[in-house]
C-alpha cells in the first residue's frame, strides 16, 4: 500500500521550486539561451542552477518536510 502522494513530503519539490525561482529571477538570460536552440547550453544553465544548490538549502528542504 502507498499513501498518496505529497508534495509536502517530498524535499525535490522544494528543489524543483528553487529552480524555477532562479530562472524566473535570470529571465533575459534564460530567454535567450532556451531560444538559442543549443541544447548543451541550455543543459549547462540547469546544470549551473542545480550545483548552485547548497547544502544548507537542501538540509533545510528536508527540515521543512519533517525529515530530522
Known sequence: ??????????PIE???SSMKSTIR???FLMQRT???GDDWEI???LHEIVW?????DAEGWYR?????
Not at 500500500?1 to 517530498?10: E, G, M, R, V
Not at 521543512?64 to 530530522?68: D, E, T
Open 52 to 56: 548552485g544548490t547548497t547544502t544548507e
Open 14 to 16: 522544494s528543489l524543483f
Open 43 to 45: 543543459c549547462a544553465r
Open 1 to 10: 500500500y502507498l499513501p498518496p502522494y505529497s508534495p509536502d513530503y517530498n
Open 34 to 36: 532556451m531560444t538559442s
Open 64 to 68: 521543512q518536510c519533517g525529515y530530522h
Open 25 to 27: 529571477r535570470n529571465d
